[in-house]
């Protein structure tokens, strides 16, 4: 099943199922924390959301080997982690806004990523110490993400760590629907039932920077889901951003960061394109 969030005028934050021609059909709930059927009401106007507003954003770096490398580093043995807050996330049709405190000129990067949503497990069980021959099972569903990086803040201002200069307002776009990892109901298609099959894309201006499948990610979604659920509860609508291809724009030769009138595309098979202006702050 497509799911959606909408603010809605009249009646707020909806959830939504996203039928194949458009059309929003209300669900009855919150999916990720209970059971939430199509109403057989069919929603306009609104604004799209994010379609998760998430507990926590666990992000992952360096987890294509080409995209390491394109960074003069070496493939990592073990997962490596890193966090934003939800504070940054926004939706598609939201602004990526570039902040005034960029000092030394542009620095502002695109990262097309596959953002795996934790929902329940068997029996409503939390994810919490998830063996990777198990880890699936706690999988919502899958959306884009944009981990959006002001690289001189990741490298240089952030006292060694990465989080800084990946934490800004706006600097985690999601959308612009779930694609959940099992059916929903009889006859529903709109799954992703392997997550480690799918292309990803990245286009800046009608120009593609990044190509790439997630079949060629270091460590698959089942083995990170294993490694942050150590000892740690993944509650429903963690997000856990797998990281990017190669191809982001200040490994490029000339290097291309973000500018005003800029817009950004994340393609993923089975989800669609996720989209998001850019602006000056």
């Known amino acids: 099943m497509r799911i959606a969030r909408v603010q809605h005028e009249e ?86 806004v570039l902040p005034r405190c960029q000092f030394d000129g542009p620095e502002v990067d695109y990262e097309s990523e596959l953002a795996v949503v934790i929902g329940r497990g068997p029996g409503g069980s939390p994810c919490k110490d998830a063996t990777e021959a198990d880890a699936l099972d706690y999988v919502f569903g899958y959306t884009c993400g944009n981990d959006v990086s002001a690289r001189r803040w990741q490298k240089d201002r952030g006292g060694g760590q990465w989080v800084r200069g990946k934490s800004f307002d706006t600097f985690c776009p999601l959308g612009p629907v779930i694609v959940t990892a099992r059916p929903a109901f009889e006859g529903d298609e709109d799954v992703i039932p392997d997550p480690q099959a799918l292309r990803i894309a990245c286009r800046v201006s009608g120009e593609t920077r990044q190509g790439d499948t997630t079949a060629n990610m270091v460590f698959s979604v089942a083995l990170l889901i294993a490694f942050l659920s150590q000892d740690t509860t993944l509650p429903p609508g963690t ?10 724009g200040m490994a490029s030769e000339p290097p291309r960061p973000l500018r005003d009138g800029d817009t950004v595309e994340v393609e993923i098979e089975r989800i669609g394109t996720l989209r998001n202006p850019v602006r000056d702050a």
């Not at 057989?40 to 994010?50: P, Y």
């Open 239 to 248: 997000v856990i951003l797998t990281g990017t291809p190669s191809g982001v």
């Open 11 to 96: 009646s707020g934050v909806l959830w939504c199922r996203v039928h194949a021609d458009g059309r929003r059909e209300r669900l009855s709930g919150d999916p990720l924390r209970e059971a939430a059927a199509p109403t057989g009401e069919f929603i306009t106007g609104g604004r799209a959301l994010a379609p998760v507003d998430p507990r926590a954003v666990w992000c992952i770096g360096k987890n294509y080997a080409e995209h390491a490398r394109e960074f003069g580093g070496d493939v990592p043995d073990r997962p490596v982690v890193f966090m934003k807050p939800a504070s940054c996330v926004v939706g598609d049709g939201d602004d990526v």
